[in-house]
């Protein structure tokens, strides 16, 4: 039952409302699972953070949180195989 990673994107990102250099948001994930040949897709929202010293560039911050939710992801299918 192999679980294949087909795409990943940040859906929302906000600064935590409290905590200074963290941001918080969603990353959308669509894996993919074939099972005796037929194929279903699956498609998860992870909530996320990355936490930072200093100010990011808008793709700096896209690639901590989706980075984030691949460790996520990794963990799962680790537990499902």
Known sequence: MPHELID???TEKHDHPHL??????KVRVVLRESIDGHD???????????????????????IALMLKAA???????????
Do not use: C, M, Y
Request: net charge neutral; glycine share 10%.
């Open 8 to 10: 990943i994107a940040v």
């Open 40 to 62: 279903a897709n699956h498609e998860l929202f992870i909530p996320v953070w990355a936490q930072f010293a200093e100010p990011k560039s808008e793709g700096d911050v896209d």
């Open 20 to 25: 200074k250099g963290r941001v918080t948001g």
């Open 71 to 81: 460790s996520i992801v990794a963990r799962l299918k680790a537990n499902l195989g």
